[in-house]
C-alpha cells in the first residue's frame, strides 16, 4: 500500500533524445521513477522499434515479479507517440500502459498534439530540430554530411559515394524550412546555432519555436487524463485509432490489423 503524500512508482521507457528534459522532470517528480532508455532512430525501424519496446516491457515486468510489496511498479510509461506504427501491438501481462496520445516526439517537445497539428499546417515543409536530436541523432547538417560521404568513399568509393548521397539527400526536396525547438529553462545557444547554419547549408527559412515542458510533465507525474493518454490495462494491446486519439486498447488475441509482438 501507498504511503500517504508519496507518488506512483513508475517505470518510464524513453528515447535517449529525451534524455535532457525527462531526467530534469524525474528528479523533481512527486512520483518514484525509474528509467529505460532505448537508442534514438529505431522508428525508422518500426518492427525493431516494437521488438525492442516489448523486450523492454517484458523485462519491467519480470523484474517487478521479484520485488517486494510497495516497491512494485503501478505503470509503465511510453515515451513514444506512434512512430512509425512502432507501438501498435505492444502489450503488457500485468503493469498498465500509459502512452501519449501523438504522432512522434515533436508533440511532445512542443507541450501538446494540438500545437504540433497548427504548426503542421502553419508551416509545411518544415524540418524539425532541438538540442535532443542533434545531440543525438544524425541531423542534416553540411558537416554531418561531409563524414558521411568520407565513410561512404572508404568503404564503397567515390563514385558510389557520390551516388549514395544522392540518394541520401532525395528527401530533402520535400522541405524548406528549419524549425528549431528550444529547451525550456535551459542556455542553449550551440544547439540553435547548428540548426541556423544548416538552415543556411540547404537554403532553408530559419524559424524558432519556443518549447515548452507540459507534455513531457504530464507524462512523467501524471495524472493520465484520456484527451492526452491512453491507458492499457493488462493483458490488452496498443491498436490504431484513425483520429486525432492516435490510440485505442483491444484485448489480446483480437485481431484488429495491428502488428502483433
Known sequence: MRKEGIGMRIAIIGCMVMNREISRLVSGSKNQVRVWWLRQGLHDTPDLLRSELQRTIDDIEKENAILRSGFRFEMIVLAYGLCSNGV?????????????????????????????????????????????WIEQAFTPSKRNYTKLRAEYAEQYGEENADYLMACTNDWMTKY??????????????????????????????????????????????????????????????????YTNRKFRCVPCGIDDGSPEH
Not at 185 to 212: N, P
Open 88 to 132: 501498435l501491438g505492444l502489450c503488457s501481462r500485468s503493469i498498465p500502459l500509459v502512452i501519449p496520445r501523438c504522432d512522434d516526439c515533436i508533440s511532445l517537445f512542443l507541450g501538446s498534439a494540438d500545437r504540433y497539428r497548427k504548426y503542421f499546417r502553419e508551416y509545411p515543409g518544415t524540418y524539425w530540430y532541438n538540442r535532443g
Open 176 to 241: 524548406s524550412r528549419c524549425g528549431f525547438i528550444t529547451s525550456p529553462g535551459e542556455e542553449d545557444t550551440a544547439s540553435e546555432e547548428y540548426a541556423r547554419r544548416a538552415a543556411e547549408d540547404f537554403g532553408w527559412e530559419f524559424r524558432k519555436f519556443e518549447g515548452s515542458m507540459s507534455y513531457l510533465g504530464a507524462l512523467v507525474d501524471g495524472p493520465w487524463e484520456d484527451g492526452q493518454f491512453l491507458t492499457c490495462p493488462p493483458r490488452s494491446r496498443i491498436a490504431a485509432d
